[in-house]
């Protein structure tokens, strides 16, 4: 636990290294805190912040920089974020979200995004929500099968599976029938759950193709949109913390390219409510100790269809992304709720 004069020292620290991304040496920072303090008392301050991990001094300055586990304390216990008000966003900004259409919407809240902050903007695409009227299953010979999903507005997914053994087409008509019969107007999801419970009670083969025709939908399912809309991945090629490091700055845009870690950390926060913050490296799923993300989930009708953020050095001014990320999925849920 840190007293209140080193949670003072710490905070100022802190808003000082995010204005000029300069160390912070006692000088200025006895001026910051406004604490009358003696040079040699605000050292030794620092010199315990510094043990605890939440700042440290770089090579070629006596100045200090906040750690991860510095901002992170920063963030949770020092961060007082506004409340934004729509009436508080530029018209021209806000229209940008009108609902047309979802994807259009999608785009435009991810160049919102960056705009904004100037930094990344990266939305996920609402996941559709499959609900499958009618099944099918087709023989197709050497252990191939169709299957047909057609869903309550007449949309049809294909999808050719491989199978361990070598159905008849009798038996294929059995597990289609089932389907029909027990699982119609459940979305795929419903359907994983419940099979799962079931499974016991169907006939083995029967069981396993049914359990494929899931597992199909979900794979047609996932190929039939783009996940992920990021924007304003050039904007980090003038920011200070990476502009001198071309090695970093291959690794962001591998990360950019590929989408996959980024995906994996967004789909995280679909499960958490409000904005989230991911400071540096502290995330696993994408440990990145130059990056933080200031993401929350969005929703359509009360149901949370997705996720969007903005990604940045961890010097950003926590407080303005909480409140960009935070309208921003406010003004989506509210486009994409209308009918």
Do not use: C, W
Not at 319 to 324: K, N, S, T
């Amino acid at each position: 636990m840190l007293d209140d004069r080193a949670k003072i020292l710490l905070k100022a620290l802190v808003e000082r290294y995010i204005a000029d991304g300069q160390p912070v040496g006692s000088r200025t920072l006895s001026r910051a805190s406004g604490l009358e303090l003696s040079a040699a008392t605000i050292r030794n301050v620092m010199a315990d912040l510094e043990e605890l991990g939440l700042i440290v001094s770089p090579h070629t300055s006596a100045g200090r920089v906040p750690t991860a586990r510095g901002y992170r304390l920063f963030v949770d216990t020092m961060l007082t974020a506004r409340p934004f008000k729509l009436e508080g966003l530029a018209g021209d900004t806000r229209d940008q979200l009108q609902p047309d259409q979802p994807q259009r919407v999608i785009a435009n809240a991810a160049q919102m995004l960056s705009s904004l902050s100037q930094f990344v903007g990266v939305v996920t695409a609402p996941r559709k929500v499959s609900v499958f009227r009618h099944v099918e299953f087709l023989r197709l010979g050497d252990k191939r099968i169709l299957v047909i999903l057609v869903a309550p507005d007449g949309d049809v997914q294909n999808r050719v599976i491989f199978t361990a053994h070598d159905y008849s087409q009798s038996q294929l008509i059995e597990a289609s029938n089932q389907l029909n019969e027990h699982y119609s107007g459940l979305t795929i999801d419903e359907m994983r759950e419940r099979l799962k419970r079931e499974v016991d009670q169907l006939r083995g083969e029967i069981g396993t193709l049914m359990q494929a025709a899931v597992q199909a939908g979900s794979d047609a399912l996932a190929e039939d949109t783009e996940k992920l809309v990021v924007s304003g991945e050039r904007n980090l090629l003038t920011v200070q913390d990476f502009s001198n490091d071309l090695g970093s700055l291959r690794r962001l845009f591998d990360l950019f390219e590929q989408k996959t870690q980024l995906m994996r950390l967004l789909d995280g926060s679909n499960r958490a409510e409000g904005v989230n913050i991911y400071i540096g490296g502290e995330s696993q799923v994408m440990p990145f100790e130059e990056l933080s993300v200031v993401s929350a989930p969005y929703q359509i009708d009360g149901q949370v269809v997705g996720t969007l953020g903005v990604i940045g050095p961890t010097r950003m001014a926590y407080d303005r992304m909480i409140e960009i990320v935070d309208i921003t999925s406010r003004l989506v849920s509210n486009a994409l709720s209308q009918k």
